[in-house]
């Protein structure tokens, strides 16, 4: 394999971690109402955002992108392919990072907070200062996994044309008739993946040294 | 608008069987091997325990679509040629045996040793308290995650239609493509995905029920 299939495939990296992130940050943005939402209580709220989840859980992300992608314009809005690649994820995820949000919430013994407000502490406070914190410690390792399913579907962009790095391993693939660059593709979503996964790891390792309790 | 649908319904319902086919095929496959990917990995062999655990880092850590590629552009080079349809069910089965692995892995270590212990004290072979007393209750610990590995096992079915593969998406494509109508197509297909989803999360909870019967 020539230095040129390489530049290409690490544009194509380039292009994946950009995209994956990007859809990663929306998705986990759209998740935060949707999880309050999940936890109003109300069912007029709950059951339209339930419905949302439930609906993101089972439906492929390639369907999701074709409607966006190849139905948008019959619905009057004309996106490029990696804005639709992006939207796509962002929509896919949200549901997931809903979920997250809800369980790590829902995983914050009620005592605390109880405890917290005897203690004279406001609502707000008892949020910021107690919920939140210890939300966060239960959130990180799931969040972690959700980036690397977020990184694994962006390879579906490649459907929709988006020259990420699927696309170019595929391509040079079969103009090389080699399977160097598809090795070469999977070592590197590999290396992506397990970056993150450290990552992921060191956050938590970091939250749980603060935390005395 | 919807004229179209209802004009294509054999085809989108064909598209359905073969997703429903290709997904059941891949989840026996998967469930032997991850069986025996667990079995690997608490096993007493180290150098095995590496080999499971490389396969599972693998598997479990590159997309799917990269997978498919291998099984089916890859391996005919190294002169092993496969159908569309049985390179999806072997890429879709050796990946889900990786994430099932995990799955019996941990519902497997949630049951106390002491049962374990106890078992074999009323002597009861090792065989039976496997079958006995850790299978049942470790059934009923992993069924949620194993319905959540189903519901991801036919989303990312999908995928093989990039292999031309005729399920319900590239039925949805060749649908979309010959009446210019791509929204009513795609949809149709996602009310079908989204149809199996709740048909197989109300399997579940029934089951669930059922079993917290016992």
Redesign the interface.
């Known amino acids: 394999m020539t230095l040129d299939y390489l530049a290409l495939l690490m544009q194509g990296l380039a292009v994946t971690a950009l995209l994956a992130a990007l859809g990663t940050l929306l998705a986990a943005g759209l998740g935060l109402p949707l999880a309050i939402a999940l936890r109003s209580g109300r069912v007029a709220l709950v059951t339209p955002a339930r419905l949302y989840v439930e609906l993101m859980r089972g439906v492929p992300l390639v369907l999701l992108l074709f409607l966006l992608y190849y139905g948008g314009p019959s619905l009057g809005f004309r996106l490029p392919a990696s804005w639709a690649g992006v939207l796509g994820l962002g929509l896919f995820g949200a549901g997931s990072f809903a979920e997250i949000y809800r369980a790590g919430l829902a995983g914050v013994p009620t005592g605390e907070l109880e405890a917290a407000r005897m203690l004279g502490l406001q609502r707000g406070q008892a949020f910021l200062q107690i919920e939140l914190p210890r939300a966060l410690r239960l959130i990180v390792p799931p969040i972690g996994g959700q980036v690397i399913v977020m990184v694994k579907e962006s390879a579906v962009l490649s459907i929709i044309t988006v020259a990420e790095l699927s696309k170019r391993a595929g391509e040079l693939s079969s103009i090389s008739f080699s399977i160097a660059p598809l090795v070469v593709a999977a070592l590197l979503y590999w290396v992506l993946v397990e970056m993150i996964a450290r990552t992921s790891f060191l956050i938590e390792a970091r939250l749980s040294a603060k935390d005395i309790l | 608008m919807w004229q179209i649908i209802v004009e294509n319904r054999a085809t989108l319902l064909e598209g359905l069987l073969t997703t429903l086919g290709v997904s059941a095929a891949a989840l026996c496959i998967g469930a032997a091997l991850g069986l025996a990917l667990s079995a690997l990995r608490r096993g007493p062999s180290k150098p095995l325990r590496r080999v499971a655990a490389v396969y599972l880092?693998?598997w479990r850590?590159?997309?799917?679509?990269?997978q498919l590629?291998?099984v089916f552009?890859?391996l005919p080079?190294l002169g092993l040629e496969l159908s569309p349809v049985i390179a999806a069910i072997v890429t879709l089965a050796l990946n889900t045996a990786a994430f099932q692995s995990e799955i019996y892995r941990a519902g497997l270590a949630a049951i106390p040793v002491g049962q374990v212990e106890a078992a074999g004290m009323l002597g009861m072979s090792r065989l039976s308290t496997l079958l006995r007393v850790e299978t049942p209750q470790a059934i009923r610990l992993m069924l949620p995650a194993l319905v959540?590995e189903m519901?991801a096992l036919?989303?990312?079915s999908?995928?093989v239609?990039?292999i031309a593969v005729a399920d319900m998406?590239r039925r949805?494509?060749q649908i979309?493509s010959s009446t210019f109508?791509?929204?009513e197509s795609?949809?149709a297909?996602?009310m079908g995905?989204?149809a199996?989803?709740?048909l197989l999360?109300g399997l579940a909870l029934w089951l669930e029920k059922r079993m917290g019967r016992e």
């Open positions: 880092s693998f850590g590159t997309p799917i679509l990269i590629f291998f552009y890859a080079m959540g519901l036919v989303r990312n999908s995928l239609s990039v998406t949805a494509q979309a109508r791509p929204l795609y949809g297909a996602l995905y989204l199996l989803a709740l999360s």
